[in-house]
């Protein structure tokens, strides 16, 4: 596939739905902070199927600090929610994803010492580490999914690789905002919206995520061609005073009126 130029914006009215995966990681950050079994990521999941969430996404991360490999069997038993494992690009967690066969895999960048991930997958500069992963997870039906910065070098290799979706990486427009930087906030709403419309034209579907909160969503759930956003840290933090099912619920109503 070759890159195509941008096209106009899509009209608001040809958007398509636009799902919600919630990342269930820090439910298990909670429970591994006194060893046990609860809080139970697993009860988290059959929250959100109950309230119509889209899909569960959960991080097996290297270091094992919130999602462990027994949690991943036991979140697909639990629900008929699609599951979006994000995992680093390793042999190891090819391995593990390969034995899971979960609906969609996301390929993320992973340091042990950061809090969170920090930043997109540098798929431009990973494109021999990246293919074979790539391909033995397509090959398997998984569909894959890159966490990329908004920006075409990087969307020119996932269209190399082959990667039917991306996921944007949110992270700057959520300080940004944080920060009340509108300049900022501005650039990279625009970053964001011409990254989607560039990926749709190519047969790419747009994700994103990362930082999202009731106060930032809207302004990318209005992009219309972006198909999903996966929202954790925000949605697990509002749970403890409000409940999952009600941080969820507002989320979604958030997130259908900017629609
Ligand atoms: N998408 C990806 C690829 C992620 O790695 C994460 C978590 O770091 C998220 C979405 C969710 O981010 P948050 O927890 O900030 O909502």
């Known amino acids: 596939r070759q890159p195509q130029s941008l096209s106009p914006r899509m009209n608001p009215s040809q958007a398509r739905p636009l799902r919600l995966g919630v990342n269930i990681d820090h439910v298990a950050t909670i429970r591994n902070a006194r060893g046990g079994d609860h809080p139970d990521p ?16 959960a991080h097996l991360r290297e270091d094992r600090r919130h999602i462990r490999d027994e949690d991943l069997a036991r979140i697909q038993a ?8 994000e995992m680093a690009a390793t042999r190891e967690m090819l391995a593990i994803a390969l034995r899971h066969k979960p609906h969609a895999a996301c390929i993320v960048p992973e340091k042990r010492e950061e809090r969170t991930t920090e930043g997109g997958l540098d ?5 021999n580490t990246l293919a074979p992963i790539v391909e033995e997870l397509r090959a ?23 990667a ?13 905002f944080l920060d009340g930087d509108s300049d900022k906030v501005t650039r990279e709403l625009k970053r964001i919206a011409d990254m989607a419309a560039l990926a749709a034209k190519n047969g790419i579907e747009p994700h994103a995520g990362h930082g999202l909160t009731f106060e930032n969503v809207q302004p990318i759930a209005a992009i219309p061609q972006i198909a999903e956003l ?18 969820i619920r507002r989320m979604r109503e958030l997130m259908d009126a900017a629609r």
Do not use: C, K, W
Request: charged residues 20%.
């Open 140 to 162: 398997a039906g998984i569909r894959v999914s890159l966490f990329i910065e908004a920006d075409e070098r990087q969307l020119d290799a996932a269209l190399r690789l082959g």
């Open 78 to 85: 639990a629900t008929n929610l699609p599951l979006n494992l």
């Open 123 to 127: 798929a431009a500069g990973m494109d």
């Open 164 to 176: 039917p979706v991306v996921e944007f990486h949110t992270g700057e427009y959520a300080h940004a």
């Open 42 to 57: 697993v009860r988290a999941a059959e929250i959100v199927a109950a309230v119509g969430g889209d899909g569960i996404t």
């Open 230 to 247: 996966n929202i954790g840290h925000y949605l697990i933090g509002e749970a403890v005073f409000v409940g999952l099912e009600n941080a």
